[in-house]
């Protein structure tokens, strides 16, 4: 769960009824060129590698990303793939 605090279960399960105003959403965030900036703050996560668990240089960060945010970066990302690869 990102700094959003949505699930994404929440998303999928809420799917038919937030649909129209995600895309909504996302489409003025497109045409405008803008992208909140709340959707950018992440919470980092320490994950452990290997080695001593008392060194630091053990651990790599994760960055967990508000939900919404992944779901524009993915449908960007499937137009531009999709039209790329077409074209």
Known sequence: ???????SRLLKDAEPVITPSLTKLFN???KNKTFPKVWKAA????VY???AQD????YRPV???P????NLEK???NQLSSYLNDN
């Open 49 to 51: 590698r290997a080695g």
């Open 63 to 65: 960055y967990i990303l």
């Open 28 to 30: 003025f965030s497109i």
């Open 75 to 77: 449908a960007v990302h």
């Open 67 to 70: 939900t919404i945010s992944k």
């Open 55 to 58: 060194d630091p240089s053990n």
């Open 1 to 7: 769960m990102g700094l959003d605090k949505l699930i």
């Open 43 to 46: 919470r980092i996560v320490p």
